[in-house]
């Protein structure tokens, strides 16, 4: 983040107060990083500009409700973005039919060159290497219910695998990405 720029929680009072320009702010901080997870979860370009619209409404609302203490400003918007997918995709699955396709070359986000590379660039940056290194039951589990909404159930049904092993998978796999991006900082 340059110098001269503001920090994400200045630009959270701000929008509490009202004030629709730090709201411009952040979303030109954030907003590709929401979209892109949104567009990862979706696979869709209406519904991902859907729910990056969203996230950021839902954040304009609830900004005087933000606590530093609880996660930085980017982990509660990526919070606020992926619930609002996950909705969507729950109400998309009533009319599609369920996948659980998942691109091996899945990317949370691209870091672009010309990008500086901020706090959410580098998170991007820090998780993606750090699921390259899960082994790939873990890391498609991990993908397929953070990702793409999947409840554990939903996971072991379309795997055709015990739903023990499904959450076994998800909390090994969360353990080791908790371990893998604490030594990366």
Known sequence: ???????????????????????????????????????????????????????????????????????????W?????????????????NSQALSLDFSPDFQPGEVNPGESLEDASLMRLHVRRALAQLHEPQRRAIQLAYFRGLTQREIAEGLGEPLGTIKTRIRLGLHRLKQLLQREE
């Open 1 to 75: 983040m340059e110098r001269d720029q503001p920090q994400d929680e200045v630009l959270i009072a701000r929008i509490a107060q009202g004030e629709v320009e730090a709201l411009a702010s952040l979303y030109d901080r954030y907003g590709r990083l929401v979209y892109s997870l949104a567009m990862t979860m979706l696979r869709d370009r209406a519904a991902a500009e859907e729910v990056t619209q969203d996230a950021f409404l839902s954040l304009w609302r609830a900004a005087a409700s933000y606590r530093a203490e609880r996660g930085r400003v980017a982990t």
């Open 77 to 93: 918007l990526w919070a606020i973005a992926r619930h609002r997918a996950i909705d969507e995709l729950r109400r998309l699955k």
